[in-house]
């Protein structure tokens, strides 16, 4: 190839870093103020020991094929039985990622007579998923619950006559907070509409047993749920909890299971160990509990600013190369903390996103956030 034929990439990546938007890999290094792995599960002696032993079992790195070849194997079944039952499902089904897992539900439930309805702030993946759609999409503004009904109700007097989808978060990613579940499980019995809550960032920590905030939800058969593995599980992988015939649906129809590989059963072996962690160990939450509600107080004391009450900590910085520098900063010092900017968050929210986990104790909180209070002074400009 010409050089020419790579001028559109190169003229795309130079306007990028013009607008600080560059992005690029960086290793691991310093303290974990940034990585999802709540509960500190994913160097765990449990988890590790449990892939041991499946290995010695004889269980395959591999699955060879997708599942609806020969790459169904025993691990994935036990596992997503185990998982309906824990999570109280009528049945479950185990993805790679929760990426993929949203792309398949929303590129294959939402028919084209229906609508789907989705908070502002949903993931990317759900908007790749929306994007692959028959179904015509509504952004609502974020855990704005009347208007999420106001659309519905647009909607039905313009003639819509299928069914509307609310797509939301439990708990979100970049702002930490929670949605409003239990007025919008009542609205999508209200309206007969389907409920999809992805419970990335909740499941393991939240809930009864770290069952998800959408545990005992009101919502019956109408109620779908994603638990990702690679968070506070510690592994990899999501698994999507609902009836048996949307379960069975996606199997049928879900392009994006039906064509791919399956997953590792050894990673599969690893999420069933993480369930019994979540059974077996209540006290590991609960100090998880403690360390980000101390988190929260010191984010406060420290740069005055209001926490989210999650374990996900959002210090708002506005310009993308001031975010930058600041993380910068602070990973050279030993706090693994990085920049999260546009698109990924809207325009002018540039922000660091701390991430609370038990790969940390409170001093270390508590050095960070003073760290972090001078870096801030200093790189005004």
């Known amino acids: ?24 890999l960086a290793s691991q290094a310093g303290i974990d103020f940034t990585s999802n792995d709540y509960l500190g599960l994913a160097q765990s002696d449990r988890l590790a020991n449990a892939i041991a032993a499946a290995l010695a079992r004889g269980l395959p790195v591999g699955a060879g094929g997708s599942r609806l070849l020969r790459g169904n194997h025993p ?3 036990a596992l997503e039985a185990e998982a309906a039952a824990y999570f109280e499902a009528d049945k479950a089904l185990y993805f790679a ?21 989705h908070d502002a702030l949903c993931h990317a993946s759900a908007h790749e998923g929306i994007a692959a759609s028959k179904a015509p999409a509504i952004s609502i503004r974020h855990n704005d619950v ?3 009904e106001d659309a519905i109700k647009t909607w039905r007097r313009s003639g819509g006559v299928g069914r509307p989808w609310i797509a939301v978060e439990s708990l979100y990613s970049m702002d930490g907070d929670r949605a409003p579940l239990a007025e919008l499980a009542s609205l999508a019995n209200t309206h007969d509409a389907f409920l999809i809550v992805d419970e990335a960032h909740a499941t393991g920590v939240f809930g009864p047993g770290g069952r998800g905030l959408s545990a005992n939800l009101e919502a019956g058969d109408y109620l779908i749920v994603l638990h990702t593995c690679g968070k506070a599980l ?3 992988g999501a698994l999507l909890s609902a009836s048996a015939v949307i379960c069975n649906y996606l199997v049928n129809r879900a392009r994006g299971f039906i064509y791919s590989t399956a997953p590792s059963p050894l990673m599969a072996a690893a999420v069933r ?5 979540l059974a077996d160990e209540p006290k590991r939450r609960e ?27 959002p210090v708002m910085i506005g310009d993308n190369t001031r975010a930058v520098r600041i993380a910068a900063r602070m990973r050279a010092e030993g706090f693994d903390i990085r920049a999260i900017r546009p698109p990924t968050v809207p325009e002018g929210t540039a922000r660091l996103r701390i991430a609370i986990t038990l790969n940390v ?17 200093e790189e005004r400009s």
């Open 1 to 24: 190839m010409s050089a020419t034929g790579l001028a559109r990439f190169e003229q795309t990546l130079a306007g990028l870093e013009r607008k600080g938007r560059a992005r690029s």
């Open 75 to 77: 691990e994935h079944e």
């Open 97 to 117: 990622s929760g990426y993929a897992a949203n792309v398949a539900l929303f590129s294959t439930l939402p028919q084209r007579e229906d609508i789907i309805l």
């Open 146 to 148: 009347g208007a999420f």
């Open 234 to 236: 510690g592994v990899c």
């Open 273 to 277: 160990e993480a369930l019994r962690v």
């Open 287 to 313: 100090k998880f509990d403690a360390l980000y509600a101390f988190a929260n107080t010191a984010l406060a004391a420290a740069i005055g600013v209001e926490g989210s009450g999650s374990q996900i900590l």
């Open 361 to 377: 104790d409170p001093s270390a909180i508590s050095q960070m956030f003073e760290r972090l209070a001078i870096v801030m002074a």
